[in-house]
């Protein structure tokens, strides 16, 4: 097998996933919620024969990858690359909240230019090579095998358009769901989706 499969999971649930607030790069904690969702995929993936478990370093996407090594025996290895996209002055507030106190700031996001940062924050086109970049990166390590990978929404956001040659300004037809698992293949540059949205260990 030349191609490599990367398992990307989106962490576990938190308290401001359920209130809606926007996370970034923000170090917030799984919930009660998350930490079952955590424990299930651990619970999924033992007996699993990958090659290697990959977490971003936030504490949310960490604890995740940590509840899969304690069911799998691997080592967790942190990546700060993985972490979600930065959002600066609009971290910790809901949309509502951020059209509030910054009208101007949220409609040149929300016109989805791909080279707008939020004060403090992360352009898409940059947040978007840093973890393709770091994807394709761990892919090239491990060629030929599977690898688990444990990040944000807006990760795997990328990874989906990347796979379909979707451009930042299109509106993505899938949900962003909390710990599932999202099956890629990496052959010579170019992305595959194979599986979107597993949660059938959440049943």
Request: glycine share 10%.
């Given at each position: 097998m030349s191609e490599t499969t990367l398992i990307v999971i989106r962490h576990g649930e938190t308290a401001w996933n359920r209130e809606k607030r926007m996370q970034g790069t923000t170090d917030t904690v799984l919930?009660?919620?998350g930490r079952e969702q955590a424990q299930a995929l651990g619970r999924r993936l033992a007996g699993h024969g990958?090659?290697?478990?990959?977490?971003s370093d936030l504490s949310r996407a960490r604890d995740t990858a940590r509840a899969i090594a304690e069911h799998t025996g691997r080592e967790v290895v942190a990546d700060p690359r993985l972490q979600e996209r930065r959002f600066g002055i609009f971290?910790?507030?809901?949309v509502e909240e951020i059209v509030a106190r910054y009208p101007e700031e949220h409609a040149r996001f929300a016109s989805r230019d791909p080279d707008y940062a939020v004060p403090g924050g992360e352009s898409a086109r940059g947040f978007t090579q840093r973890c393709i970049g770091c994807l394709a990166e761990i892919a090239g390590r491990h060629h030929g095998?599977?690898?688990?990978?444990?990040?944000?929404?807006l990760v795997l956001d990328s990874l989906y358009r990347a796979a379909h040659g979707l451009d930042h300004g299109a509106r993505r037809p899938v949900p962003l769901i909390n710990a599932s698992m999202n099956f890629f293949g990496y052959d010579g540059g170019a992305?595959?989706?194979?599986?979107?949205?597993?949660?059938?260990?959440?049943a």
């Amino acid at each position: 097998m030349s191609e490599t499969t990367l398992i990307v999971i989106r962490h576990g649930e938190t308290a401001w996933n359920r209130e809606k607030r926007m996370q970034g790069t923000t170090d917030t904690v799984l919930s009660e919620v998350g930490r079952e969702q955590a424990q299930a995929l651990g619970r999924r993936l033992a007996g699993h024969g990958f090659a290697a478990l990959y977490s971003s370093d936030l504490s949310r996407a960490r604890d995740t990858a940590r509840a899969i090594a304690e069911h799998t025996g691997r080592e967790v290895v942190a990546d700060p690359r993985l972490q979600e996209r930065r959002f600066g002055i609009f971290e910790g507030l809901t949309v509502e909240e951020i059209v509030a106190r910054y009208p101007e700031e949220h409609a040149r996001f929300a016109s989805r230019d791909p080279d707008y940062a939020v004060p403090g924050g992360e352009s898409a086109r940059g947040f978007t090579q840093r973890c393709i970049g770091c994807l394709a990166e761990i892919a090239g390590r491990h060629h030929g095998a599977e690898v688990v990978v444990v990040t944000h929404g807006l990760v795997l956001d990328s990874l989906y358009r990347a796979a379909h040659g979707l451009d930042h300004g299109a509106r993505r037809p899938v949900p962003l769901i909390n710990a599932s698992m999202n099956f890629f293949g990496y052959d010579g540059g170019a992305w595959r989706l194979e599986l979107w949205g597993d949660i059938s260990h959440l049943a």
